[in-house]
């Protein structure tokens, strides 16, 4: 088990890691669904490793990154296309 969450928390960092480099290398919107679907992700991953670790800090903060990416995807599915 330890090594199945420790490779999802690397994953979990790639993750985030990515939606980071493609923003700024502006291939994807910072507000857009792909950086939130990445951090959603990045953030569920790092989650489940903290907590396993228990670094509750870390683990807390990206449950918090779970609850504003999932208000942003549910406000983008929710706006009209333009």
Do not use: C, D
Request: charged share 10%; glycine share 8%; aromatic share 10%.
């Amino acid at each position: 088990m330890e090594m199945f969450l420790a490779a999802v928390g690397w994953a979990g960092a790639a993750f985030l890691l990515a939606a980071y480099a493609l923003v700024s290398a502006e291939r994807i919107r910072a507000g857009g669904v792909a950086f939130q679907v990445l951090n959603l992700f990045g953030a569920a991953a790092l989650t489940a490793n903290s907590a396993y670790h228990r670094a509750w800090p870390s683990a807390v903060l990206n449950m918090v990154w779970i609850i504003i990416g999932t208000a942003a995807i549910t406000t983008h599915a929710r706006t009209p296309l333009r």
